[in-house]
């Protein structure tokens, strides 16, 4: 079944580390991705990981996969208050549907 | 040019008006998507045009008609709509092919039908 699911708030310090967290239904050959929603606005694709590799760093964002468990996380670093938005995992399905599941989003609210 | 473009960006309108709304993108991309999220959801698809043929329409009600001109262009006319139809409404695209796509969102039009 298509089932991707997320916490649904977060709160840390401005200079923290966030760390928000997915799991993703098991499919083969995929791929998951990371979006930001800032309110009132579209989704922006900060990053995404194929699922046969484990990390992926890019700038202040790390993606770590953990395949067996079907785990997928995305640490930011040194998190600033314009990081605070919606964050949703999302699994693209390569089978015959061809299509994006999103997760149902993390609230990230950084503190100053 | 790595933008998706769409238009209006707010809309109001009642139950028997016909309105359109109209995306627009210049990266080549081949693929073009409708996505409708409500208030604290995550997007759900509702159509999926690849090489100007619709390939998926997950179940949306008649009163949503999708149209894609050319390449470039995707319009959703809108007819006869409910209030629980009120939602912010994504255009995306995406390059086909290759395995994976990376998704580019437009800003999305707020709809509120009353």
């Known amino acids: 079944g298509e089932d991707v699911e997320q916490s649904l708030f977060l709160s840390v310090r401005e200079g923290d580390s966030s760390v928000i967290n997915c799991t993703y239904t098991?499919?083969?050959?995929?791929?998951l991705y990371w979006y930001k929603q800032e309110p009132g606005a579209g989704l922006q694709l900060l990053t995404y990981i194929f699922s046969n590799m484990d990390m992926k760093q890019d700038q202040r964002l790390t993606v770590l996969l953990n395949k067996k468990d079907k785990h997928l996380s995305l640490r930011i670093a040194d998190t600033q208050t314009g990081d605070s938005a919606i964050y949703f995992c999302?699994?693209?399905?390569?089978?015959?549907?061809?299509?994006?599941?999103f997760g149902s989003g993390t609230r990230l609210l950084v503190r100053p | 040019d790595t933008e998706v473009t769409q238009t209006p960006k707010h809309l109001v309108m009642g139950m028997t008006n016909k309105k359109s709304l109209k995306c627009e993108q210049h990266?080549?991309?081949?693929?073009m998507y409708w996505y409708k999220q409500k208030a604290k959801k995550p997007p759900e698809l509702m159509f999926v045009y690849s090489y100007e043929k619709l390939s998926i329409n997950e179940s949306v009600p008649s009163r949503f008609s999708p149209e894609c001109p050319n390449s470039s262009l995707l319009n959703l006319h809108l007819h006869a709509l409910q209030p629980e139809d009120s939602a912010l409404y994504l255009c995306?695209?995406?390059?086909?092919?290759?395995?994976?796509?990376?998704?580019?969102f437009g800003s999305g039009t707020q709809l509120s039908v009353l």
């Open positions: 098991d499919s083969s050959s995929t791929y």
């Open positions: 999302a699994e693209f399905w390569m089978d015959s549907s061809y299509k994006l599941i």
């Open positions: 990266m080549g991309h081949r693929a």
């Open positions: 995306a695209s995406s390059p086909v092919g290759g395995g994976g796509e990376k998704l580019f």
